[in-house]
């Protein structure tokens, strides 16, 4: 098994980077404040995100933030480092959680942070982040006191060498099944005939940043599609991902299941689909099922 050291060299090669480090999610604040990653006149953005996956003109906010003197962050956790190159638009620093590259079989959430170049670093060089004991997590934020930059377990170390070496593959088929789901639901006019159920994903042309799309994200539109529930149906998100046998909500987050999100909370009307590995035909029938029934009740 590769060290962790030999793993990040490898991811930042991977995405472009002339370094990269792994920290536990709950210790992001640490490297956070070790790298200094939130200046008065950095920028952080998600490249795919927020309500109705909008793409960020990636390009344009680089020219902004470094005409003001600071660093534009990018998360790209949903199209992944598979399906955006950053670098290549202007951004100097991206976060990347691993779920989906470990194929969901992480014991504990992984931050990849990834630095463009040298500048991108307010130490202004790797001298600091090349010192193996330079990075250790404070135990009041960790709980543990372990150092969590050189010092992740073993058992994730493996998930994510494994991972990366079956990315591609995988990652091509989470964004294939996402387009296939996407047509589907786009295509439930005729079901839904008195609040068509709203529909966004990047890939369609019916989405607000779909020519974005094409310019900023590669190998297809990442692996989500957002599905907002007509407000005739009475029903929340949490009640329609209930009624989905499929729902993947017991499946771990970025493995082979689709997993359904209520993105607003359950209480909210949009769901967010996350396409697994496993058949987009099964799941479009499963949703279809669920749509039916509310769209129809049986009588009471």
Not at 118 to 128: K, T
Not at 283 to 299: E, G, S
Request: net charge negative; aromatic share 8%; charged share 20%.
């Amino acid at each position: 098994m590769l060290s962790q050291h030999e793993l990040e060299a490898r991811y930042a090669g991977a995405v472009s980077a002339a370094a990269a480090c792994f920290v536990y999610a709950d210790c992001v604040s640490d490297a956070v404040a070790h790298f200094d990653l939130a200046r008065g006149c950095d920028r952080l953005v998600d490249i795919v995100g927020g309500r109705g996956l909008r793409v960020a003109d990636v390009h344009a906010a680089a020219a902004e933030v470094h005409a003001s003197g600071g660093r534009l962050l990018v998360d790209t956790t949903v199209p992944s480092h598979f399906g955006c190159l950053p670098f290549d638009l202007g951004a100097d620093i991206s976060l990347e959680a691993l779920d989906r590259i470990a194929a969901g079989k992480l014991a504990r959430k992984v931050i990849a942070i990834a630095f463009r170049n040298d500048r991108a670093l307010s130490h202004g060089s790797f001298a600091l982040y090349e010192t193996p004991d330079a990075f250790v997590a404070d135990s009041s934020a960790c709980g543990s006191g372990v150092a969590t930059k050189h010092e992740l377990a073993g058992e994730d170390l493996a998930a994510i060498e494994d991972g990366l070496g079956t990315v591609a593959e995988r990652m091509q088929r989470h964004f294939d099944h996402a387009r296939a789901l996407a047509e589907y639901l786009s295509c439930c006019d005729s079901l839904i005939s008195d609040g068509c159920a709203s529909v966004s994903y990047p890939g369609l042309t019916s989405h607000p940043d779909h020519d974005l799309a094409t310019r900023v994200l590669v190998h297809g539109f990442g692996p989500a599609v957002d599905f907002e529930l007509p407000d005739a149906w009475g029903v929340t998100a949490g009640e329609f991902i209930c009624c989905c046998r499929l729902n993947g909500r017991s499946q771990p987050a970025g493995g082979f299941n689709t997993r359904l999100h209520a993105r607003d909370g359950s209480d909210g009307r949009a769901v967010r689909i996350f396409a697994g590995l496993d058949n987009p035909l099964e799941i479009a029938d499963d949703l279809d099922q669920a749509m039916r029934w509310f769209r129809n009740p049986p009588a009471p």
